[in-house]
Each structure stands twice: as C-alpha cells, then as structure tokens.
C-alpha cells in the first residue's frame, strides 16, 4: 500500500460506519446514510498489514469519540499535572472535589484511554461493555463523584519524537499525580476504586505510595481480572490486612457469576466474574461489583456510627 492509501479517515463516518441507538458500530449504506446490520470488518483486503493499520487508526478515531462521549456526560476535563498544556488528563464529574464519596475509574494497560474498559468490545460488541459510561452513570445515580483516570496517556509526539509527559510517563506515575494533586485534595472521606487488569497493579502502587489515605478513606476495591498477583510485601502489615478486608476481585471464569475461587489467606478475594473472557469481565460483574461496594460502604457508615 502506498503512503496515500495508509492516510486513512479521522471520523468513524469516513472509515463508512457508524454506532447505532444500541451503541454497537455497524456500517453505513452508501445510499440512505443509515446504519445496516454489518458490523465492523477487519479484513477488508489481503494485506494484512494494512488491515491491522486500518483497525488502529479506527482505534484512535474512537479514543476521541468516547472523549466526545465523556464531554457529554457532563464530565469535565482536568490537567495532569495541573496547569500544563501539553500534559495529560483525566475526566472528573462536576462535584468530584466536594462530593463526600468518590469513585475512582483505572482501565488497563495497552492502547486504551480514559472512558473505555476494551477498545476490541467498543468496536466489535457495544459502546455499553466496552466504555466505562454504564460505570460512571451508575456511580452516580448513587451520588457518587467521580475520576476517570487516564494511565496510558504516557507521551506526546513533539518534532517526531515520542517525549514522555512529565508527571504521566507511565501509569503508575500518572495515577501517583492525579492522587497527589486532586483524590488527595479532594473533600470525600468514603473513597472506592474500581480497576480493569493491569489497573490494579497500578492500584497496589497507589496503595504503597498513599497509605495513610488508603487506611482512612478508601473503603472498597472493586477489580475485574486485576493482574496485581499478591498484594506488595512493600506495604505494612494493617494497610495489607485493610487492602484484603475491602478488596475483592472479579475473575474471568466459566463459573457462575460471583461464585467464589481458591484464594490465598491475608489476599485479596477473588470471585468468578461470570464470563471467560478477560476483555468482559468489567461488563459482566458490574451489577455485583457496586453491590460489594455498597455493601462495604454500610460497613463503613456503621463502624463510624459505633465510634461515636
């Protein structure tokens, strides 16, 4: 293919498709502009690097409409580090630096932004199990604030190099920033987290780097297939007792939803997420995942009530 047939579209409607009122991306008929129910075509021609080329240029297309997405949730886009230009961001609600509960929202490790759980679902099955909205509407419909954070926003092109972002080079650094200089600042004593994969290493870190904040604030972990292994011999013994008490992990299984694995004593509690598939596990259990979290949310309410 030559450099002009690799200048591919920068909207969804140029690549010929479009997302239907069920949220799922099927192609447009050339004729009535409507969708048709086909959906998106990976193999478009026999060269497979050109069709791989195509599939992350869609990819990047749709970073951009699910930011467009978050926009219209009424989130509001926030600097990391505060103040830069060209830095990273993330998305918080309106009320999320007074609000006395806080959601946090990790995605994985790999191409995926903020807002989106599987970049793959987004395109080939729904808006609904491959975005993070359901999760943030439903945050709060409870009254929740909430952050998206953005951890793989790690660098920018500037003269056509990639320069890692000061602050958000990686996402351990990027979620260390935007506790440091908004969770940390912000007003909620009630804190939860819900992290998707490679997003609860970045968790376990977050916990190590801000203990007293994690002793005293967060009060449930809610993973899905969180790669983390152990929680870190780093942290103190309470911050690992407290991380295993209010932590429980959705794991891709075949068994019935929230059907308890083997664990290990003192870890993290790991339960079936009710579908085996890694990239599904965060639309899957989302019911059951906010359940535990208002369930540990009442444990929290009346432990402070027995102290009075």
């Known amino acids: 293919m030559s450099s002009k047939e690799n200048s591919f579209p920068k909207t969804l409607e140029g690549f010929g498709y479009k997302f239907n009122d069920e949220g799922k991306l099927r192609k447009i008929d050339a004729n009535t502009g409507k969708t048709t129910d086909t959906p998106f075509q990976f193999n478009i021609t026999s060269d497979s690097s050109y069709n791989q080329k195509r599939y992350e240029a869609i990819g990047d297309v749709v ?6 997405l978050l926009d219209k ?15 990273s961001f993330i998305f918080s609600s309106e009320n999320a630096e007074v609000c006395d509960k806080l ?8 191409v995926v932004k903020a807002g989106q759980w599987a970049r793959s679902l987004i395109i080939n099955d729904s808006l609904d199990s491959g975005t993070q909205i359901p999760y943030i509407r439903k945050a709060q419909e409870l009254g929740y604030g909430v952050y998206v954070l953005n951890t793989n926003d790690n660098y920018r092109v500037i003269d056509g190099k990639k320069t890692p972002i000061k602050g958000s080079s990686n996402a351990q650094e990027h979620a260390s920033s935007v506790w440091s200089h908004y969770i940390s600042q912000s007003r909620a004593q009630k804190i939860a987290i819900i992290a998707h994969s490679f997003g609860g290493v970045v968790t376990m870190s977050l916990a190590s780097q ?5 002793l005293k604030r967060v009060f449930a972990i809610g993973l899905t297939d969180s790669v983390h292994g152990k929680i870190p011999r780093v942290v103190s013994s309470v911050l690992a007792d407290h991380l295993a008490k209010i932590g429980r992990n959705w794991v891709s299984s075949s068994e019935a939803l929230d059907t308890p694995l083997p664990e290990q004593a003192g870890e993290i509690q790991c339960v079936s997420a009710g579908t085996p598939k890694h990239e599904m596990t965060s639309w899957s259990c989302i019911n059951s995942l906010f359940s535990f979290i208002e369930e540990r949310l009442e444990k929290r309410l009346v432990s402070a009530r027995d102290e009075l």
């Open 63 to 68: 970073t951009e409409f699910v930011y467009d």
């Open 73 to 87: 949730e009424g989130l509001k886009r926030l600097s990391v580090p505060p103040g830069s230009t060209n830095g």
């Open 103 to 110: 959601i946090i929202l990790i995605h994985g490790t790999g």
């Open 210 to 214: 801000f203990e007293e904040d994690f």
